[in-house]
Structures are given as structure tokens and as C-alpha cells.
């Protein structure tokens, strides 16, 4: 496996004859993680992880500084998972001096985890167009759990002509049900319990809906489990369009998203899951 900043990576890029797949992190990898680099592996000839910790998409008040960076054992997590390149580039080298060009995400940058994190999604697709330039990948593996990220990635891939095939890979949970995220070593043992009240609203909206029950009583379905969980404060939880992520109308049917953000003892958490929406 090669590891290197931009110069190293353009070097081996130009060696590379057959197809290549990319996989953006900022590391602290976890299972999620290798179940990417595993996919990425099925659909390509070699593999490149980045492991970038991007300033551009934290708010002044959020984690940016704390944000964990173990990198040895980031670098092995990739060598089990068969990656020929990890992409760790510098600071200074991603950013020798503050963009002035950047990456709009528009309408659909705005809301949910975009109005709670203003310029957040700019900052996302700005280094991951980045990262397609630099990288040039034929495919381009995301997790399902940054559903609004996902979808905005689909959109700038669209809007901008990258000719990469974008893949996603569904959300991977732990045994308890909480979803995998690099923040979750955040939680202590107590707010972990609690955040599974995740999970666990995300379920009960899903029975609503195979109960035939309208957009309205599924996210009361998945409110009541959230709002019984002291010491989890509701961020949003909104049932959306897939397709618009407006939300659902009460006579939507088709595929939505029901879309959740909470913060668990100062540590913010998403999640989400698709639902099916027969005609009422
Ligand atoms: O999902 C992430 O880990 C980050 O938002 C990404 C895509 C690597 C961009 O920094």
C-alpha cells in the first residue's frame, strides 16, 4: 500500500492503467468505513482511500479541533481492507491559503443538517470536488447514513460532469442498533444507552408506515420514542421526499426518508431510513 500527499498521489495516478475507486474519509475508520473499502474493492481494479480531516466543513463552535485522528491505526484498517493508496494529504497542501472559490450546495444544502450547520455542505463538496480532480476515480463509494451528503454528491456529480459512477452503501449499525460514526466515541457509556433511542424511533416510524399510517402519525410514531429518552434533545425528525427532500405532503406516496438529528451530551447525531409510502 502507498501513502502519500498530492505529488505521490499524482505519480501513481499516471501509473494506473485500469479502473479506480475512491473512498473519501477523515478517518477514525470503523467498520462502516471497511464495509466502503470492501465495495470499493468489488468494483474497481485498485482502491484509494483519502483520509482528510477537511476544515472547510466544521462550524467555528464544532469539533474540528477534537476531532480524532488516529492515524496508525487508520493506516492499517486499509491495509486489511486491501486499499492500494491512501490519500493523507497536508493541511497547507489541501489549503495553501483560504478558498475564495468554492462549491455552492444550493437549496438542498439548506436545510436539515444544512440550517443547523450553515456553510457545512459548501465545505463538503468543495473538498470532495477536490478530491474527484485530484483522485480522477471511475467510481466513488459514500455511506447512506450522510443521506443529505449522498444526495448532494449525486447532485454536484450531475450539475458539474464528473464522469464518476457514484456508489452507496447502506447504513451499518452496530448489534445495539446505533448507527456506526466516527463521533459516537464521543458518548459515554450512559449517553450511548440513550442515543438508542435512534434506532429505535427509527423503527417505530417504520412500523407505522407498514401500518398503512400517513406521514403525519409516522413521525409522531418516531417523536414519542425520542422525546421519552432524557437527555436527548431533537435536533429535527422530518419525513421527506427522497427524491426533493421536501417534506412529505399528507397524500405523498412513493420513497421517502425519514431523517433524524439529535444531540446526546453535546455530541450531535444523525441518522436515517428509507421508507415506502403505498397509495392511502
Ligand atoms: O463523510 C465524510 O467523512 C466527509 O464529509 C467527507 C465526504 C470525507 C468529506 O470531507
Redesign the pocket.
Known sequence: MDIGGIQALRAWRAEQTGTVALV???GALHSGHQALMARARESADVVVASI?V?PL?FGADEDFVRYPRPFAADLSACEDAGVDFVFAPALGEMYPSAPEVRVCSGRMGEVFEGASRPGHFDG?LT??AKLFTLVAPHRAV?GLK?IQ?FCLVQRMIADLNFDIDLIGLPVVRDADGLALSSRNQYLSPADRQTALAIPRALQAATAAAEEGRRPKAIETAAREVLEAAAGLEVDYLSLVDAATFQPCPPEFHGSALLLVSADVGGTRLIDNVPIALECG
Open positions: 473519501p474519509t477523515m482528510f477537511n466543513q463538503v473538498v470532495v459514500f450522510d451528503q
